[in-house]
């Protein structure tokens, strides 16, 4: 007999005990499995099923062999046509979708994909992973377009196998940002530590023409002022802000300040659940050198975990870290200004690419930057995604792609190395099996 089984995670009570509502379960499910019975014998006394995959599982295995049909096309271009750099930003593009949507990668911890991870937890033990694909896809989607639209106009089939890419990427960051929401929604009612001072603190420095950007988590100050106060300091120059909501898409917020190095507005954020915003700051002005920047967003916020502190000789060995990075990043981006139209074509070409993963770095790394007394888990575990497991191999390809491009390069591919190198000394230092929790 055939017959089609629904799973679907009933929500109502998870992790909190008691029954719940079922049919609200079922329509709070996460992500429906279909299966459908086997040719086994009906004989046998046992059904057998085949379970069909979810649309994330599936919209992800479109995009791998997209993927694999791009890299199949790369692999077509004789070895010496091999020197422009669009093929550079393939490798790094292939590095990060196999870090997030690959085999063994970060899409496949418990609770991404299907019902497992559901817990009364801040975002719920899913979420943080699930928020980091939605952020590399992102960012892939907008690196797949540009080289479809321009890397290979000579190149039919590459740009072919590109747009492909792009269109199975965005229907997966589609399928994402819904389980991303699920998830937030899951674990919404649930407080456990609310931080009502919270407080965001990045550093950052802009690098022209791009500026800088970060992300954060915030929630609404209360149901009286869902709202949170953002603020952009600079130490010269004149800042502009733009805040996108990383959880539906779309520009929620933008402000120039006209003369001032200090900008100030409220975002409008829901309160009592968690909000995943991208902040990206421009210097209007484009001063020489480029401004170092404070971005700082107050609110509320709910942690899970627990509150890792740092101690006195912690504490001194971030703040040598995280000088050597700022110096680090501002030899790489005065070389690059000081060489701009003054070096080969092919040194030329490789200055942007290192700009766009500067500005990732940079982003991602504010977060310990901040020298913080206390370092939360939650935070935690993002940084480790993002750097370890996905800019940490994208700095490894791009130093090895542009360590042979030209002799000009090398300076900053020995910057770049050693940038990288603090990142990771930086996240060794603040594991909390290295340090006392409170």
Known sequence: ??????????????????????????????????????????????????????????????????????QDAVADIPEAMRTDIDLVRI???????????????????????????????SLGA???PALVVVRQLERAIIDVGELALEGFPDNAAMTDALSDLRDDLAVLLTHMRERYTELVDATADVRLRVDTDYVARRPMILVAPAGGRVSVIVEGESAA???????????????????????????????VSGTAPTITGTLAVPAGRASSLRIEVNDTFGVTPAP????????????????????????????????????????????????????????QSAFELVREYLEELVAESAVWRALPFGFEEEEHELMELVLGSVLSPIGIVIEARLGSRAEELTQIVTDLMEMRDTNDQARTLLDPTHMTSS
């Not at 995670?9 to 909190?16: E, F, H, K, M, R």
């Not at 299966?35 to 994330?56: N, R």
């Not at 600079?234 to 402000?255: K, L």
């Not at 942690?303 to 000088?323: K, Y």
């Open 1 to 70: 007999m055939r017959r089609a089984i629904v799973i679907a995670a009933v929500l109502a009570g998870c992790g909190g005990g008691g029954g719940g509502d079922v049919d609200a379960g079922v329509d709070a499910a996460i992500e429906l499995d279909a299966t459908v019975p086997s040719d086994a014998s009906s004989d046998a006394g046992v059904d057998a099923f085949v379970e069909l995959p979810g649309p994330i599982t599936m919209s992800r295995e479109a995009a791998q062999t997209s993927l694999a049909v791009v």
């Open 292 to 347: 170092a920047c404070t971005v700082q967003v107050s609110g509320t916020r709910d942690w899970r975990g627990t509150t890792i502190q740092t101690d006195a000789s912690e504490l001194d060995s971030l703040m040598l870290h995280a000088a050597t990075f700022d110096a680090q990043h501002r030899s790489i981006v005065d070389t690059m200004a000081r060489l701009d139209g003054e070096v080969s074509p092919e040194a």
């Open 126 to 128: 899913a979420a943080i």
């Open 91 to 121: 490798d790094v593009l292939s590095v990060r979708l196999d870090a997030v949507i690959g085999e063994k990668s970060v899409i496949d911890i418990a609770g991404v994909i299907g019902e497992k991870g559901i817990e009364t937890r």
């Open 225 to 255: 002022m869902p709202e949170a106060t953002l603020q952009v300091s600079c130490d010269s120059g004149a800042p502009a802000y733009r805040v996108f909501d990383e959880e539906h898409g779309g520009m929620i917020a933008d402000m």
